[in-house]
């Protein structure tokens, strides 16, 4: 007998992300994933980060690539399926790709993403997960996965408008459950310092920017 797999997260949220997406760029849902989903990917990150099976994050890709925590202060662990709870999030990943395909037409290729872990005191200064014509990153994703986040716990991601940068109008709250989704290339986010042991997925939906049929590297 088969045992029941709770969905990820409830398809009827989807129009409302993707409307949010349409009218403003960018999209928060709070407990949005499944939570027991979110306990068990938690368990495995922070498993990994006991036995410092995370590689320090840097900025920048290929030659640019360079670690600057003045800037950027996680360590991450690209997701790999090896685990049912990857498995899980990556096929969730993969039915929100195809709701934004047939409702977009954005000609989504394939999804990439990490754990990311933020120890006490690390940020990540304001960025965008995307330049113009630069690079082949969509649309961006947030999970998080940390259970009874308090409310002084810090570690929030801010999100800015898009036509201005400086003006902040929304955070999320690192709390297990929590999603956001947002234009790679168009809105302006930060995660701000977090006092406690900070744990998320982000992850990136990619357009394929091969040239000669050759497939755009995947990071």
Known sequence: MSLLVRPAFAASALPQLVDALVEQGWFIGEGFLDVELCHDLYRELAEMAEHEALTAAGIGRGDEHQLRRDIRGDAIHWLDRESLAQRRYLEAMGELQRELNQALFLGL???????????????????????????????????????????????????FAVDDPEREVARICPEAGNFACFLSENVPHEVLPTRLP????????RRNASLGGLVDPAR
């Open 109 to 159: 290729f394939e999804y990439e993403a990490h754990f990311a872990h933020y120890p006490p005191g690390a940020f990540y200064r304001k960025h965008l997960d995307s330049f113009r014509g630069r690079a082949n990153r969509v649309v961006s994703t947030v999970g998080y996965l940390n259970p009874d986040w308090p409310a002084d716990g810090g570690g929030e991601m801010a999100i």
């Open 198 to 205: 900070r744990a998320s997925i982000a992850g990136w939906f």
